[in-house]
């Protein structure tokens, strides 16, 4: 990782950041550091909590717990502030996909059981954070983020499970920010594919299969019009540029779309691109 800078974007700011163990949630944490921030974190994993640590020692508080929990999401939020003082970004970003199972794939035990496991974690997660961080972030006058996904806008980004909950949270993105206003900017960012840890539900036999165990970084470039396999790292700008107080003083209910381009012409029908 790359030394704090000293004109930082988030220089002397405080964010929290939830699935922060890895993946794109790792790649947050670097950057923000990267950028002058501290991090607080809150992670189901206990031998990546313990990497954190290890890791970036007093520049990151990490705490273990539930994204479903609202007394994990507290205690969070709550060591964040005991650790550094205040909080001016809560970034909602802990999920799990659903390996694109389709309705009719699913036995209706399964459709049943992995609703109720994915929508917990993907949309009352980033609402009882939202909820846990709120009060810190009403008083510093700071932002929420929410990671959604290509998913969010189209079809054929995972099934009907994960495609729902990311719907569902662009409606979040959009509730929050019409009833924090004027104190709170909230905000989404739409990664398309990469490289990260994300699982499965476990009624759907999917808790030891990552997102990539599935597809190859080959089949995600080539449904990109940008036509390059992206990294977690490539997502943290606009992240950065959001939870900015020197840069982000006008943007609120708003998903930037970072989908490589998906939005031009969707996933199903590529074109050769242009060749020069």
């Known amino acids: ?5 000293e004109g930082g974007w988030l220089r002397g700011q405080v964010a929290l950041i939830t699935g922060g163990g890895s993946g794109l949630g790792l790649a947050l944490v670097e950057r923000f550091l990267v ?6 974190v809150l992670e189901r994993c206990a031998d990546k909590v313990a990497a954190l640590e290890a890791r970036f020692g007093a520049d990151v ?8 929990l609202f007394a994990d999401n507290a205690r969070a939020v709550a060591a964040t502030l005991a650790r550094f003082g205040k909080l001016d970004t809560f970034v909602g970003n802990a999920a799990i996909w659903d390996h694109g199972a389709g309705l009719m ?3 209706p035990e399964q459709l049943d059981q992995g609703f109720d496991e994915l929508f917990p974690v993907n949309v009352k997660g980033y609402l009882l954070g939202a909820k846990a961080a709120a009060a ?3 008083e510093s006058e700071g932002s929420m983020i929410f990671t959604l996904s290509n998913a969010a806008f189209y079809p054929g980004g995972g099934g009907p499970l994960y495609t729902a909950s990311k719907h569902a949270a662009v409606g979040l993105v959009r509730q929050l920010a019409y009833e924090l206003a004027p104190k709170v900017r909230v905000n989404g960012v739409a990664p398309c594919g990469m490289a990260s840890d994300l ?18 970084p080959e089949a995600i470039a080539g449904i990109l019009p940008l ?6 790292a490539d997502f943290t700008g606009p992240y950065v540029m959001l939870a900015s107080t020197a ?12 989908d490589a381009g998906l939005g031009i012409r969707g996933i199903r029908h590529v074109a050769g691109g242009l060749h020069l």
């Open 227 to 232: 036509q390059f396999f992206p990294d977690a």
């Open 61 to 68: 508080v990490a705490v273990q717990g539930d994204v479903r």
């Open 199 to 216: 699982r499965g539900p476990a009624a759907l036999g999917q808790e030891g299969k990552r997102i990539m165990d599935s597809r190859s």
């Open 136 to 138: 810190a972030l009403v």
């Open 35 to 40: 950028e002058g921030c501290r991090v607080g």
């Open 105 to 107: 794939d699913l036995p």
């Open 1 to 5: 990782m790359r030394a704090p800078q």
């Open 247 to 258: 840069n982000n003083r006008v943007l609120s209910g708003v998903m930037i779309n970072a």
